[in-house]
């Protein structure tokens, strides 16, 4: 009986955090936010657009400080819709991070606190970990904010109390914003610039209101030292992508360009269109434009659902706007484009329109131009609402 050829496993890997060869260098980045989290009442900013791939980044160096005995707490604070949930997502990070040494971590920070904790077994972890009562959770935002910094008083002190020095991430940490704008801004600041025995590495994606909460006038000013997260080099990320193809025999030339070209520039854009291209090019163990094409068609294909319901949701002008977007980037206002697309609207509705796009995620102003925020959304106008005005383009043509 013949064997079954064994399944090759995707030399690139997509969803969530990724380390290891999956991950794509960022070394000297790495560096930096790795001297930042061991060098005490050191604090920096890891900034950019998202899916740059700034989380992957910050779990790559907190496995490496844990690895060399240096405990780091990394809290993604993306989901909470509270400060209260914030308070959660902190005090569990922090428990699965110290457990692994420390005993009766959780029990620690209950006596600390002085409040009641809600205590449940984690299945992956077996440890107790902690979430706030319901009392905590219906109280104001001032009384969450205060339970929320006596958190972090709680690990500055337990590091204090056993001599060690921790590293603390804050992921997503604008959103502390919604819940008290400048004054929440101003109490975070306050307590991470007393803290002697932790070091804050504080990440957003929120690039207009990160650089709003750190200018001048604003608590965060001179707290923290910026680092922006901006794409791979080019010709770095493409070698990385052929490197990788190699590894299950799959020929890719000089592809790495190419589907930086058509997918870039986020870096989780950028390999999701090569994971699927390596899915595409196993059997035949080569790459041509017409795979990366059929790669990117069969990604727009997969996401039908999400972007019909987004398309949906827009206004008549909104839809004209991308459709003409998905031709030229520049030039929205003028009369020739109006002329072209039959575009009725007043100069100034078509500008509105396209800044109101920007606010909705939808689109991304480049110097003079506009961009789709994601490259498989305007194929997704390309294969589906461009023909609407008779007009079609290959799936991957970029403005």
Not at 18 to 42: C, H, K, M, N, W
Not at 186 to 193: D, E, K, P
Not at 317 to 341: E, K, M, N, Y
């Amino acid at each position: 009986m013949a064997r079954r050829p064994q399944a090759v496993e995707n030399p690139f890997r997509i969803g969530g955090a990724v380390s290891g060869p999956y991950f794509a260098d960022r070394e000297d980045e790495r560096r930096r936010i790795r001297q930042a989290l061991v060098t005490p009442q050191e604090h920096l900013l890891v900034y950019g657009p998202r899916r740059m791939g700034k989380t992957s980044m910050l779990r790559v160096v907190q496995d490496s400080l844990r690895r060399s005995g240096h405990p780091v707490i990394l809290a993604d604070l993306s989901t909470a819709s509270s400060l209260s949930e914030m308070t959660t997502r902190l005090l569990q990070a922090a428990t699965r991070e110290l457990g692994r040494k420390w005993r009766d971590v959780a029990a620690a920070f209950a006596e600390r606190l002085r409040i009641r904790l809600t205590l449940e077994p984690d299945a992956a972890s077996g440890l107790l970990l902690p979430s706030l009562g319901v009392g905590l959770a219906e109280a104001d935002v001032g009384a969450q904010r205060q339970t929320f910094g006596d958190v972090l008083d709680a690990i500055d002190a337990l590091a204090a109390s056993r001599r060690v020095h921790l590293g603390l991430i804050l992921d997503e940490f604008q959103e502390i914003h919604r819940f008290g704008a400048e004054t929440a801004e101003a109490h975070l600041r306050g307590i991470i610039q007393h803290h002697e025995h932790v070091s804050y590495v504080l990440a957003g994606s929120d690039q207009s209101l990160i650089e709003s909460m750190i200018s001048r006038s604003r608590p965060f000013y001179k707290l923290l030292t910026p680092m922006h997260v901006g794409p791979i080099p080019e010709a770095q990320l493409a070698s990385w992508m052929e490197q990788r193809f190699a590894t299950v025999g799959i020929a890719a030339g000089n592809v790495g360009s190419t589907i930086i070209a058509v997918a870039g520039p986020r870096t989780r854009d950028i390999v999701q269109l090569a994971h699927e291209i390596a899915d595409i090019a196993h059997g035949a163990k080569r790459v041509t434009d017409e795979t990366v094409e059929a790669a990117f068609s069969a990604v727009v294909r997969a996401a039908d659902a999400p972007y019909r319901a987004i398309w949906n949701g827009l206004t008549s002008l909104q839809q004209q706007v991308l459709r003409v977007l998905v031709v030229r980037s520049t030039g929205l206002t003028t009369a020739a484009v109006r002329r072209d697309f039959a575009l009725t609207a007043a100069s100034g509705s078509l500008s509105k329109t396209a800044q109101t796009l920007v606010a909705q995620g939808v689109l991304t102003p480049d110097d003079n131009a506009y961009r789709y925020d994601d490259p498989f959304m305007r194929g997704w106008v390309i294969l589906n609402a461009l023909p609407d005005i008779g007009r079609t383009l290959p799936v991957v043509h970029t403005p």
